[in-house]
C-alpha cells in the first residue's frame, strides 16, 4: 500500500533562518506532488505541485522554493524564513484526480 | 478557475441529530468533488468523492454526500452525529485533465453538543 511521511512534525525556528521540509511517498511511482500551508483563518493554501523530477509549479510568489530531487521526494525551503512563514504545512500526493489526493501528516512550523 | 464556498464556518448539533454541512461550487467543466475531515494538528482525511459516476456518494464513518448540478452543491450529511465527529470539515474541488492541485473552501468546524 502506498504511504506518505513528512518531518518534523514541529518546528520552531526564528526569524532568518533557513527552512527545510521534507516528504516522501512509498508504494507508487512518478506520483504528482503538492506542497499546501494552512495559515488561522485562510483556509489551504496551494504552494507548489510537481508532475515528475525537477519540474516544480509555483502557485504563489512568495519566501519560499521547492524541489524534487527524486520521484517521491518533494522539499520545501526558505533561504531566510520570515514571520509570516508560519503555518501547518501539508504534503500530498496523487497518481489521479479521480482518485482523490492523500495528505501527509503535516509539519507545523512556528517562527519566532 | 473553480472555487467553493462552505456555507457556516461552525455547525453545532446534538449527539444523535443529524449533520448537514453545506457546499457550493463553481466550475465552468464537470467538476471532481471532495470532502476532507481533519481532526487537531492532523492531515487530511478523504470522507468521500464525487467523480461524475453515482450522484449520491457513501463514504468512511456513516457519512454521505449529494451531487446536484442544478444546484452547484456538494452537501454532506450524517444520519446520527457521534461526538468523535467534531473536526474541521473541508470540502474541495478540482477538474478532470491538468495535475494542478485541489482547490479547497475554507471549512467547517463541526461541534457536537452532549
Known amino acids: 500500500s502506498q504511504t506518505i511521511h513528512q518531518w518534523p512534525a514541529t518546528l520552531v525556528q526564528p526569524v532568518g533562518s533557513p527552512l527545510s521540509l521534507e516528504c516522501t511517498v512509498e508504494g507508487t511511482s512518478n506520483p504528482n506532488l503538492y506542497w499546501y500551508r494552512q495559515a488561522a483563518g485562510r483556509g489551504l493554501q496551494l504552494l507548489f505541485y510537481?508532475?515528475?523530477?525537477?519540474?516544480i509549479s509555483s502557485e504563489v510568489p512568495q519566501n519560499l522554493s521547492a524541489s524534487r530531487p527524486q520521484d517521491r521526494q518533494f522539499i520545501l525551503s526558505s533561504k531566510k524564513l520570515l514571520l509570516s512563514d508560519s503555518g501547518f504545512y501539508l504534503c500530498a500526493w496523487t497518481k489521479a484526480r479521480s482518485y482523490g489526493y492523500t495528505f501527509g501528516s503535516g509539519t507545523r512550523l512556528t517562527v519566532v | 478557475a473553480q472555487s467553493v464556498t462552505q456555507l457556516g464556518s461552525h455547525v453545532s448539533v446534538s449527539e444523535g441529530a443529524l449533520v448537514l454541512l453545506r457546499c457550493n461550487y463553481s466550475?465552468?467543466?464537470?467538476?471532481?468533488l471532495f470532502w476532507y475531515v481533519q481532526y487537531p494538528n492532523q492531515g487530511l482525511q478523504l470522507l468521500l468523492k464525487?467523480?461524475?459516476?453515482?450522484?449520491l456518494v457513501k463514504g468512511i464513518n456513516g457519512f454521505e454526500a449529494e451531487f446536484k448540478k442544478s444546484e452547484t452543491s456538494f452537501h454532506l450529511t450524517k444520519p446520527s452525529a457521534h461526538m468523535s465527529d467534531a473536526a474541521e470539515y473541508f470540502c474541495?474541488?478540482?477538474?478532470?485533465?491538468?495535475?494542478?492541485?485541489?482547490?479547497f473552501g475554507k471549512g467547517t468546524h463541526l461541534i457536537i453538543q452532549p
Open positions: 466550475s465552468s467543466v464537470p467538476p471532481y
Open positions: 474541495a474541488v478540482t477538474v478532470p485533465g491538468g495535475a494542478d492541485g485541489l482547490t
Open positions: 510537481s508532475v515528475g523530477i525537477g519540474q
Open positions: 464525487y467523480t461524475s459516476a453515482a450522484t
